[in-house]
């Protein structure tokens, strides 16, 4: 189901099969004439026609016309992504080149937090790189000033950790498994890959590990809620989903169970609502577990 960013959510019309965007009320606000759309972000999205990509505003006219780059990323702190014979650069607001193309990566950059996550090392907005990291393998995206990197710090296996915007490691490439922080927690997992097979295929005698189990820890690497989940989600509006044994429940930031474990899937909040799926249907609940919206949606 679309998310609606400044006030607007891409909605397909069943009869064209052509994209647009509604508001809120789920009034066609943009015509429904693109084959693909994107959010908007800071008053612009990325969508596809038939001439290739562009960039719209909220009143739908073009701030870069279709098929200008051979491929777009998407608006985050007022920058998109373009590419052009296999480099990336950026474009500002206005469509306006600000960084020229030159980053070489398979994957679409994007900025968070001012800075750009490009193999080794993290470049700001004018293209200088102000983070160059050794041994790491892959830099993630920084959230609430601390970034997840991943490397084979033992010469064999992958671990995770994380760097503040200095570049410092501040806490240790130790876990197997993490994820990115949110409101000063960020799930991480502890177990051993070096007896865990991802392939799934063993050889007889050969020890099979549990799933990992699930944690947080806190911004200075403090564990402040325990290892004891199978899975879990991030934090949002205080809460997170989590699943131990049954089904899916939310905790708050003590670890305390705050909605029981009763729905078949639960998903972050988002402005006080969550997708969750309960007696094989979508619904949407507030913080407080009580149902919002009722569909005959299916949804694993």
Not at 146 to 174: C, E, L, N, T
Request: with cysteine; glycine share 12%.
């Amino acid at each position: 189901m679309a998310k609606f960013h400044d006030g607007l959510a891409p909605a397909r019309v069943v009869a064209t099969g052509k994209l647009g965007y509604m508001d809120r009320l789920g009034r066609l606000r943009i015509a429904a004439r693109y084959d693909r759309a994107g959010p908007f972000c800071d008053g612009r999205a990325v969508v596809a026609v038939a001439e290739g990509e562009g960039i719209i505003d909220i009143t739908g006219e073009w701030v870069t016309k279709p098929g200008t780059y051979e491929q777009l990323g998407f608006y985050r702190e007022g920058l998109c992504a373009f590419r052009v014979k296999d480099r990336w650069g950026f474009l500002d607001r206005e469509g306006r080149v600000q960084i020229p193309p030159g980053i070489d990566l398979t994957a679409i950059p994007c900025f968070s937090e001012g800075l750009c996550a490009v193999g080794q090392s993290y470049l700001d907005k004018q293209a200088t790189t102000v983070i160059k990291l050794d041994e790491v393998v892959y830099c993630y995206d920084f959230r609430e000033g601390r970034a997840r990197i991943a490397g084979r710090f033992d010469g064999q296996w992958w671990y995770d950790g994380f760097i503040d915007r200095s570049g410092r490691m501040v806490i240790p490439p130790i876990y197997a498994g993490a994820g990115n922080f949110s409101e000063g927690l960020a799930p991480v997992s502890l177990r051993d890959r070096s007896t865990f097979r991802d392939d799934g295929i063993f050889e007889p005698g050969e020890k099979i590990e549990p799933p990992p189990l699930w944690g947080f820890i806190d911004l200075n690497g403090k564990l402040v809620i325990p290892m004891q989940y199978h899975e879990v989600r991030h934090f949002r509006n205080g809460l997170a989903p989590f699943i131990r044994d049954r089904g899916w429940g939310y905790m708050d930031k003590t670890g305390k169970v705050v909605l029981p474990e009763i729905y078949e899937l639960a998903n972050s909040f988002e402005n006080g609502v969550a997708r969750v799926v309960l007696d094989g249907r979508v619904v949407f609940i507030d913080t407080s577990g009580r149902i919002l919206v009722k569909t005959d949606m299916v949804d694993y």
